[in-house]
């Protein structure tokens, strides 16, 4: 991934957490219990820590460019994906008519989780060893 699919991810992602957020807040409210549209909130919540972090991202490939660093851009990615895109699911799956998929999208959400962690290594590891710090 460039620097620049990774900054127009990060800011489509964040577009779409923005849209999830208030669909949450509004057309679920009267649909969901509580408890299940908490879990919405939690992806929601989730995904704009990480479209975030993916701008972050972003602007360092293009100030500290290293492979480790454009790794990071594709586990946030990763992350969002199955960490964020399964709690929608999992939450909304009896108004979605997939109540039996639980078995499929519960072990996706530990696997985002942990794609996230893995984003967060690596882009502290590309940071450590980009080679501006031999300069500085």
Do not use: C
């Amino acid at each position: 991934m460039t620097s620049k699919t990774i900054l127009i991810s990060g800011a489509i992602l964040a577009a779409i957490a923005v849209i999830l957020g208030a669909f949450g807040a509004h057309a679920l409210r009267e649909k969901l219990p509580v408890d299940q549209l908490q879990v919405f909130e939690t992806g929601v919540r989730y995904q704009f820590y990480h479209a975030f972090a993916l701008l972050l991202t972003g602007v360092l490939l293009i100030l500290l460019p290293h492979p480790a660093i454009q790794r990071a851009g594709v586990f946030f990615l990763l992350g969002i994906l199955l960490f964020s895109g399964s709690i929608y699911l999992l939450s909304t799956r009896e108004l979605l008519g997939i109540a039996g998929w639980k078995s499929v999208l519960g072990p996706l959400t530990p696997l985002g989780g942990l794609s996230f962690i893995i984003g967060w290594i690596m882009l502290t590891y590309g940071i450590l060893k980009n080679a501006y710090w031999s300069t500085h």
